[in-house]
Every structure is written in C-alpha cells, then in structure tokens.
C-alpha cells in the first residue's frame, strides 16, 4: 500500500483510517504491514502526536 509522502497529506490519511477502519495505529500498522515507528516519526516532524485514547494524531 502505498501512502502519502508529503506529512501533512499523511496525516489526514492516517487519521481518517484511524476513524473509519482500525482501533488503533498499532492494528493499522499491522494490517497494512507499515512501520508504526516510521508513521510516528514523520508526523512528529510537523509536530503531530498518537493519542491513544483519541485514537488519532493531535
């Protein structure tokens, strides 16, 4: 699968998985076979964070 390069276009991808299709970043990672690690570190480069409990980049 692939995923948008540009981090603000990936964090509106990410998110609006997040919402519709899975539970959480670490099932999405999985199931798309992504690196969590790797989401997280360039979403962190524009300043945006996992929340758990929101279930979404903040």
């Given at each position: 699968m692939d995923m948008p390069k540009d981090p603000v276009m990936?964090?509106?991808y990410i998110?609006?998985?997040l919402r519709d299709y899975y539970p959480?970043?670490?099932e999405f990672a999985a199931?798309?076979?992504q690196d969590e690690?790797?989401?997280r570190e360039k979403l962190a480069s524009i300043n945006y964070f996992?929340?758990?409990e929101a279930n979404q980049f903040k």
């Open positions: 990936l964090l509106s998110n609006l998985q959480s970043l670490e199931a798309t076979g690690n790797q989401i996992y929340n758990e």
